[in-house]
């Protein structure tokens, strides 16, 4: 009897066994991220496939098969195989265009996202809304939104930042890597660029109050770290980091430190976790597990609440080991699995963080709706440069180049009139 007992004592601890190993099956964690992810859509932060058709092909959409595009880390087969249910698709344009042509540039990019929805329309749809992204969701499509990279892209005005509005934008990154006549970029703290503002100016504040009137989301991607406290303070809305991780992971002053992510917690926004490797473990190198890290970081110290998706694919050159292109994002949420994400905080991070976070955002625009816009232009002395005209600055004549005639016409005047009072006396 003894004996039956120990054997069936043992049958018991074999079946428990072989259970718990089943349970931490790799697998499992795949098809359970493959299920949340078919509840919950994959909302990316930030993508800049644009950028490449940019580079690549001049924007010739005409020239280019998204099915087909072999060296980008985003094409048609991968998005599908990525499971990316919404994407904020960037409209890039570099630093270099400031105060040249980069208002042109940036339209373009934005041409070329609505161009690319019409072209693929079954994979496609373009999303200007929370509702939207849940629409396309439905529809088994990729909602596609745009951001645009870089405060640069306005040259400083905000009938500018209304128009691109009106166009679908539905995030402005206040800077890229330079600053502006009105925002530091991030560069400021690492001491390689002054601050010339020591943060927002007065008219970085006017761009805040008018994008919380518009609905448009504010990206505190790119920014020092003295502009990201000023605006959770300002900012009447939750703010967005699109494509930033955790500063105490990897101290690159690109991403987002402690304090701060405890801040975006009290202020309801989110940190999309890039995966960039010089972000990720401020090296060369980088595996999926080391991104995983940032996202671990973040919910400890801020909740699962603040944290979402920003992979920045196609606008860096390195992604880590696991994380190779956009097909590959499955594997990321599947180790957040085997870490103990439970399924709600992995749909948190999947896309309801920034559902929620957008879905706020027009909320705030809505009770704004009275307001008027403000059409304040930034002071003429703050933007004064060669290329920039100032029609309608009552403190010249009309432009750059008619003032500068006066004024050499007036020195002009001068040297005769003290020639000829030279000569007579």
Same mark, same amino acid.
């Given at each position: ?264 917690? #009290?202020?309801?926004?989110?940190? =999309?976790? $890039?995966?960039?490797? +010089?972000? @990720?473990?401020?090296? %060369? ?76 955002? #027009?909320?705030?625009?809505?009770? =704004?709706? $009275?307001?008027?816009? +403000?059409? @304040?232009?930034?002071? %003429? ?45």
């Amino acid at each position: 009897m003894l004996h039956r007992v120990n054997l069936a004592s043992c049958l018991v601890l074999w079946i428990t066994s072989c259970a718990i190993t089943l349970a931490v099956d790799p697998n499992d964690y795949m098809a359970r991220a493959l299920q949340l992810m078919s509840e919950t859509p994959l909302i990316d932060g930030h993508n800049d496939l644009p950028w490449q058709l940019r580079s690549q092909f001049n924007n010739q959409l005409n020239k280019v098969d998204l099915n087909t595009l072999a060296n980008t880390h985003t094409n048609i087969p991968k998005i599908k195989d990525g499971r990316l249910g919404a994407q904020f698709w960037a409209a890039y344009v570099p630093c270099d265009t400031q105060y040249k042509d980069a208002v042109r540039q940036t339209l373009e990019q934005i041409d070329v996202i609505h161009r690319m929805c019409q072209k693929y329309p079954e994979i496609f749809m373009f999303a200007s809304s929370s509702q939207d992204i849940l629409k396309a969701f439905n529809m088994n499509k990729t909602a596609s939104l745009i951001g645009v990279e870089g405060g640069h892209s306005l040259d400083s005005s905000l009938g500018t930042l209304r128009t691109m509005y009106q166009l679908g934008v539905r995030y402005l990154t206040l800077t890229h890597s330079c600053n502006t006549p009105w925002v530091d970029n991030w560069l400021v703290d690492t001491g390689s660029e002054p601050s010339e503002h020591n943060g927002l100016s007065s008219f970085g504040k006017q761009v805040i109050a008018e994008m919380n009137r518009l609905g448009m989301l504010i990206d505190l991607a790119h920014v020092s770290e003295e502009v990201m406290n000023q605006v959770l303070t300002l900012s009447k809305a939750p703010v967005i980091f699109s494509h930033s991780s955790a500063y105490a992971v990897c101290p690159h002053k690109r991403n987002v430190p402690d304090d701060v992510l405890r801040r975006v917690n #009290e202020t309801k926004g989110i940190v =999309m976790v $890039n995966f960039y490797n +010089d972000y @990720v473990t401020c090296s %060369n190198t980088a595996k999926l597990s080391d991104v995983a890290d940032h996202f671990d970081h973040i919910k400890k110290v801020a909740g699962a609440d603040i944290i979402g998706f920003g992979g920045d694919y196609d606008g860096v050159p390195r992604v880590p080991e696991g994380l190779e292109d956009v097909s590959k994002v499955p594997n990321l949420v599947a180790e957040l699995l085997r870490r103990g994400w439970t399924d709600e905080e992995v749909k948190a991070a999947l896309g309801n963080n920034l559902l929620r976070v957008m879905s706020e955002v #027009e909320k705030v625009r809505d009770s =704004m709706s $009275n307001e008027i816009p +403000d059409d @304040v232009p930034i002071p %003429n002395e703050d933007v004064q440069n060669p290329c920039r005209t100032s029609f309608g600055y009552p403190s010249t004549t009309g432009s750059n180049g008619s003032a500068q005639s006066l004024s050499t016409l007036a020195l002009l005047i001068t040297l005769v009139l003290q020639a000829w009072i030279t000569s007579t006396v």
